[in-house]
């Protein structure tokens, strides 16, 4: 095999220089060698096309390496005489080292040192590769000079070997990567779409489900709420919590409520060696048989206590207010004229339907406001409470004028109206001395004896401090530092009122609910560290094989049989953190299998069932480190994933999902699906189903793309 390349040139040398018969018979002989693969990939073709005409099987007629195979065809001939010295190289230095010089007979260097030394510039891919353009050259002169016939025949490779250096320079550029920034049209179909599915939660993360999130909810062809819930999902709903602050959906008392009602029944549920069950009743809160403990539900609720630990103190550490407020507000309005719009009201209406949408534009104009500081911003949502109030008493006209109370636009009003009461109990509860401050200026400040006064120039510092947005944890530690200075300069104000406000201000700095605030955050974040550091991972982990069981059978109190052993898997989360914290070997980590494919002209790492879950849940918590197995991979999962929808002609994100099959309680059933060529599970191609949340998972990958396909489902 080594001896392969430099006889394919030297056959070709002679076929073009002194071989008889036609120089195009020997090129193309010598090509056929070459191109081998490729022609075996053709010949599939015909019967793939039988399959489909018989069978119905989904695949193409064209088999999904044949560009790649193409390209390493071109390639091989374009490299051939750079190849065909490399191995002549390599068998004379060994020829030589193991029977002559004795000596050097274990030099080797690694692909990666040899980059490093070498360099990846032009130039290094010049003095490296000058064989074949030198060779290339050379063969031109001669066949010009001596055998013009044979010219023309060998000029298709010639030219190849010419450019190589050029060609090897250019495919050795990574891939380029989409960063461009998403159009503001786009940026907002993804708020909309993020404050639909927070409605979700809202909705039903209730008493009645324990504050736990139920698995499910469908509308057709009967509404009902699936009451169960599992690890993975109480995980996303605490992740997903601290996503609806992110984005302006609830305030940060309101998220610290939620939070600690949904832990207060963590301390209720049934536990095993930390575990958590797989499945809960949510609203009796026992464990649904059988009692098992799931490996891969474990790992993504370990990881979501060590998100929400550290978002909890990035939350402390956030401005209140900030923007993200203006943005939540004008993603619910967003939503109200979006309902809005849907409508088709009767004549009769026609006016107040009107007044509605003028309401709704009062409010989109007062939201265009950028207040400046704590006095402004309070005044701010003091006026939007007031047009959220007259925009829900317009709402309610219209609604007795239709007869029937559009109930998207309704929702999408009051929840409007409820977060800006919100937001202004979270500013009062925060800075209740804005109030006192407002009359203070008004009343004492005239009684100074000029701009240069110190006492002045103190109460204008502090009153700065007293009205710029403030995060919980700086309140907190200047909390005393300033009733101090309010105290001390009330002893040498001026005047009695004025001692007698500054007296008051200071108290109502010891009033904030920073305090309060910071212990609740506190308090949560050292019991998501309190239930990740109770959970045993070694008690899933197979010692013998080195990796992780599915799960761990507690009503039959024994490890699963089956094994995750694949680097790219939805355990992957599982693995990295276990690893990290100690509970197993390093050696787990390069015990995963890590099989690789071509997918959509990418190196990816093939999983088990080919679904969009396995590449991309354990991204949502894991760092997406450019140019490394799993980064390439989860890009090429996605590629693959957009090259399947276009072969079958659909939208594309295909996942573990329900799907339009039901039970006899017409509740649908849920099974995973996946991509060909992605999994090394077989009928991949038997079932198509698109699931609406894959698509949107891979906006972290292409976001252009995911928003495109979104729209099209």
Not at 68 to 91: K, S, Y
Not at 314 to 329: Q, T, Y
Not at 439 to 447: D, G, K, T
Request: charge should be neutral; aromatic fraction near 10%; proline fraction near 6%.
């Amino acid at each position: 095999r080594g001896l392969a390349p430099p006889a394919l040139l030297v056959f070709l040398i002679l076929g073009w220089t002194v071989l008889p018969g036609s120089p195009w018979l020997w090129t193309a002989a010598a090509l056929a060698v070459v191109a081998w693969p490729l022609l075996l990939q053709l010949t599939s073709i015909p019967s793939r096309i039988v399959r489909f005409a018989l069978g119905g099987v989904r695949e193409s007629f064209v088999p999904a390496g044949v560009g790649n195979t193409a390209a390493q065809v071109l390639l091989a001939a374009a490299f051939l005489p750079e190849q065909a010295g490399l191995l002549l190289d390599a068998i004379s230095r060994t020829l030589y080292r193991v029977f002559v010089g004795k000596r050097r007979m274990l030099e080797w260097e690694t692909a990666a040192a040899a980059e490093r030394r070498l360099g990846g510039d032009f130039r290094t891919f010049l003095r490296v590769l000058w064989l074949s353009p030198v060779l290339g050259l050379a063969l031109a002169l001669i066949l010009f000079t001596f055998r013009l016939n044979a010219l023309t025949a060998a000029a298709p490779l010639l030219i190849a070997w010419l450019v190589s250096p050029f060609v090897a320079f250019w495919v050795s550029k990574p891939p380029p990567v989409e960063e461009r920034e998403l159009t503001d049209p786009e940026r907002r179909l993804l708020r909309r779409l993020a404050r639909k599915t927070w409605g979700f939660f809202e909705t039903f993360v209730t008493e009645e489900d324990n504050w736990l999130p139920p698995d499910n909810y469908q509308e057709d062809p009967k509404a009902a709420v699936a009451h169960r819930t599992s690890p993975t999902n109480m995980g996303l709903y605490l992740i997903s919590s601290l996503a609806g602050h992110d984005f302006g959906y609830l305030s940060f008392p309101a998220l610290l409520g939620l939070l600690e009602k949904t832990f207060a029944t963590f301390d209720r549920l049934e536990r095993a060696h930390g575990h958590f069950y797989n499945w809960y009743e949510t609203t009796t809160l026992k464990a649904l048989p059988p009692i098992y403990l799931s490996t891969v539900d474990s790992g993504n609720l370990l990881g979501c206590f060590v998100t929400l630990k550290q978002g909890l103190r990035e939350k402390a550490a956030e401005l209140i207010p900030n923007s993200a407020i203006r943005d939540g507000f004008e993603d619910v309005l967003e939503l109200a004229t979006e309902a809005l719009q849907s409508l088709e009201p009767a004549a009769e209406s026609a006016d107040s339907l009107a007044a509605l949408a003028g309401r709704i534009q009062q409010v989109r104009s007062l939201l265009g406001e950028s207040p400046a500081d704590l006095l402004a911003w309070d005044d701010w949502l003091r006026r939007l409470d007031g047009e959220a109030a007259g925009l829900t008493e317009q709402a309610e006209k219209f609604a007795k004028e239709v007869g029937e109370a559009p109930a998207e636009l309704q929702r999408w009003v009051e929840r409007f109206a409820s977060l800006v009461r919100e937001r202004r109990e979270e500013l009062a509860g925060l800075a209740p001395w804005l109030e006192l401050l407002r009359e203070v200026p008004a009343s004492i400040v005239p009684q100074m004896n000029g701009k240069d006064d110190p006492v002045a120039a103190n109460w204008q510092g502090l009153r700065r401090l007293l009205t710029q947005p403030l995060s919980v944890t700086t309140l907190l530690a200047r909390a005393e530092s300033l009733r101090t200075d309010l105290a001390a300069l009330a002893e040498v104000w001026p005047d009695a009122e004025g001692r007698s406000r500054l007296t008051r201000v200071a108290e109502a700095v010891g009033d904030s609910t920073a305090s309060d605030l910071h212990m609740r955050w506190r308090s949560l974040a050292e019991r998501a560290e309190t239930f990740a550091n109770e959970m045993d991972f070694k008690i899933l982990y197979s010692e013998d094989r080195h990796l992780f069981a599915v799960g761990y059978n507690l009503s039959q109190g024994k490890l699963d049989s089956s094994h995750y052993d694949l680097l790219a898997s939805e355990s992957c989360l599982t693995s990295f953190l276990a690893v990290a914290r100690g509970d197993v070997p390093k050696k787990h980590w390069f015990q995963l299998g890590r099989p690789l494919t071509r997918a959509a002209g990418r190196i990816t790492l093939l999983s088990w069932g080919g679904t969009m879950f396995e590449y991309l849940m354990p991204r949502l918590m894991l760092p997406g480190l450019p140019e490394t197995l799993l980064d390439e991979s989860r890009r090429g999962a996605v590629a693959r994933q957009i090259e399947y929808g276009r072969q079958c002609g659909t939208p594309w994100g295909v996942s573990e999902s329900a799907f339009s099959v039901v039970d006899a309680d017409l509740n649908y059933q849920y099974q995973a699906f996946g991509v060909p060529g992605l999994g090394l599970k077989r009928g991949l191609a038997k079932d198509l189903v698109v699931a609406p949340y894959a698509a949107v998972m891979a906006v972290m990958i292409q976001p252009r793309l995911a928003i495109r396909n979104f729209q099209r489902l």
